[in-house]
């Protein structure tokens, strides 16, 4: 009766493992989505100005957690829902025209920041702004620009976010 029994108890044990390893594999791939992060800048090289760019699209990637921004159009992409922290800065320099930055989640502008234009007396100007955001998965985080901003070496005018924790 003993050896008709081990085969019954192995065939279990084997039936847990596999369980097991499923659960083991889906907590490792939980945890590599919880990994979202970037940060980038205008500029590669050089310095200038940028215009009237909808979305403003961020070349110098100092950090890409995940690859969830997309360097050729602007656009970061939540990879899961949770609650981002995004911020935005942006510098104007020598420039007839307004600085105006705005973030936007989807179609939806979220939060502004800008600044008039630069005279012989204040000749450069920086703004800045930051949210909390709630995302569900595909939605996506961009900045829109109305007038000029510039980019130089400095790094001066950046978009940053990441993912504070998944809901």
Request: charge should be negative; glycine fraction near 8%.
């Amino acid at each position: 009766m003993e050896n008709y029994a081990q085969p019954a108890e192995l065939a279990a044990i084997r039936q847990k493992l596999i369980v097991s390893e499923g659960r083991v594999k889906e907590l490792e791939k939980q945890q590599e989505a919880r990994k979202v992060a970037f940060s980038a800048s205008l500029r590669t090289s050089g310095e200038g100005h940028t215009d009237d760019s909808a979305p403003l699209i961020y070349k110098n990637v100092f950090t890409n957690t995940g690859n969830h921004y997309n360097v050729n159009t602007g656009y970061f992409t939540a990879p899961v829902r949770g609650v981002y922290y995004f911020r935005f800065t942006g510098h104007a320099a020598h420039s007839e025209y307004i600085m105006r930055m705005i973030l936007f989640k989807n179609t939806t502008s979220t939060v502004t920041a800008g600044d008039s234009r630069t005279t012989n007396t204040d000749p450069e100007d920086n703004a800045s702004n930051g949210v909390v955001l709630q995302l569900e998965v595909g939605d996506v985080v961009s900045v829109h620009l109305n007038g000029e901003v510039w980019d130089d070496q400095y790094h001066r005018t950046t978009f940053s976010g990441f993912l504070l924790f998944t809901l």
